[in-house]
């Protein structure tokens, strides 16, 4: 098993950046691919970004593309993503999660295929 706790969460103005962090404890961080997804009140729990075992493939709802970063340091067991650029519409509920290797942007963008959930970090950005 692997425990995952979300940092990093905020009050934040629309314009604003964040810095949110996952930091994973258990079995092997490097063997899992990581994702992070997001919740806001009455809405279903949706992909925002995932990453290989190594860092070396990354994969982006087209909501945050080129505004959001996912990264990974397996050396310290711990999953980050930079939110540049924030909306009011980017406020949810943030969770990192865990799972095993996939091919495809479309795998990792599945809820199911991840097996660990952290418990969230709230984001809410002012307009």
């Known amino acids: 098993q692997v425990q995952l706790v979300e940092s990093g969460g905020g009050l934040v103005q629309a314009g604003g950046s964040l810095r949110l962090s996952c930091a994973a404890s258990?079995?092997?961080?490097?063997?899992?691919?990581m994702g992070w997804f997001r919740q806001a009140p009455g809405k279903e729990r949706e992909f925002v970004a995932a990453i290989s075992l190594s860092g070396a493939r990354t994969y982006y709802a087209d909501s945050v593309k080129g505004r959001f970063t996912i990264s990974r340091d397996n050396a310290k067991n711990t999953l980050y993503l930079q939110l540049n650029n924030l909306k009011p519409e980017d406020t949810a509920a943030y969770y990192c999660?865990?799972?095993?290797?996939?091919?495809?942007?479309?795998?990792?963008?599945?809820?199911?295929?991840?097996?660990?959930w952290g418990q969230g970090t709230q984001v809410t950005v002012s307009s």
């Open positions: 258990g079995r092997t961080f490097s063997s899992y691919a």
């Open positions: 999660a865990a799972g095993r290797a996939g091919e495809s942007r479309s795998y990792y963008t599945l809820r199911y295929q991840y097996d660990y």
